[in-house]
Antibody, heavy 120, light 107 residues
Framework: EVQLLESGGGLVQPGGSLRLSCVVS????????MSWVRQAPGKGLEWVSV????????YYADSVKGRFTISRDNSKNTLYLQMSSLRAEDTATYYC?????????????WGQGTLVTVSP | EIVLTQSPGTLSLSPGQRATLSCRAS??????LAWYQQKPGQAPRLLIY???NRATGIPARFSGSGSGTDFTLTIASLEPEDFAVYYC?????????FGQGTKVEIK
């Protein structure tokens, strides 16, 4: 059974930093691209970033480019999102999601999400 | 950035009725479009990919159609568990984008 488990969310002040983690089990982690997708409270879904399985290729949404960094440790089956210069508008539940069909194509397995709240 | 516009915002229907949801893209995405279902407090679930292919385990009452800029998700006969929010998503261009969602509620 494929499982994704996020952690690292919490309350952070504007301008602060936070690192999210997503531990993946039940599949060959290094064979799959992985993404982060976020959802502000009561709002829709926003794709944030993607990383390829093994060659480190990445893409970012313009809203987070230069502030967020996606990375992965295939030896630990873990995906990361380093978030810095956080703003109130970054407040959201952050989901990690396995890419389906190709690099950053679609998302077929999702974690349960971790809530990030940016507030004074 | 490709903007996906979903309509209607809310669809009020009864169990057993047919639901038709629309997603319109600001430019052609070929058939590179997916549909997701999200229930309160849960992560999204992939229903349809590449416009018309059902994902693994998705019941046959869900079907997708369209190409270019206009797409439709049809739920042939609503079951109680189908009342949820539905999102479309394109993979034609970076950044990947989602529609704003259509809520299917019980009438």
């Amino acid at each position: 059974e494929v499982q994704l488990l996020e952690s690292g969310g919490g309350l952070v002040q504007p301008g602060g930093s936070l690192r999210l983690s997503c531990v993946v089990s039940g599949l060959t982690f290094s064979s799959h691209g992985m993404s982060w997708v976020r959802q502000a409270p009561g709002k829709g879904l926003e794709w944030v970033s993607v990383i390829s399985g093994s060659d480190g290729n990445t893409y970012y949404a313009d809203s987070v480019k230069g502030r967020f960094t996606i990375s992965r440790d295939n030896s630990k089956n873990t995906l990361y999102l380093q978030m810095s210069s956080l703003r109130a508008e970054d407040t959201a539940t952050y989901y990690c999601a396995k890419n389906f069909l190709g690099f950053g194509y679609y998302f077929d397995y999702w974690g349960q999400g971790t809530l990030v709240t940016v507030s004074p | 950035e490709i903007v996906l516009t979903q309509s209607p915002g809310t669809l009020s229907l009864s169990p057993g009725q047919r639901a038709t949801l629309s997603c319109r893209a600001s430019q052609s995405v070929s058939n590179y479009l997916a549909w997701y279902q999200q229930k309160p407090g849960q992560a999204p679930r992939l229903l349809i990919y590449d416009a018309s292919n059902r994902a693994t385990g998705i019941p046959a009452r869900f079907s997708g159609s369209g190409s270019g800029t206009d797409f439709t998700l049809t739920i042939a006969s609503l079951e109680p568990e189908d009342f949820a929010v539905y999102y479309c998503q394109q993979r034609s261009n970076w950044p990947r984008t989602f529609g704003q969602g259509t809520k299917v509620e019980i009438k």
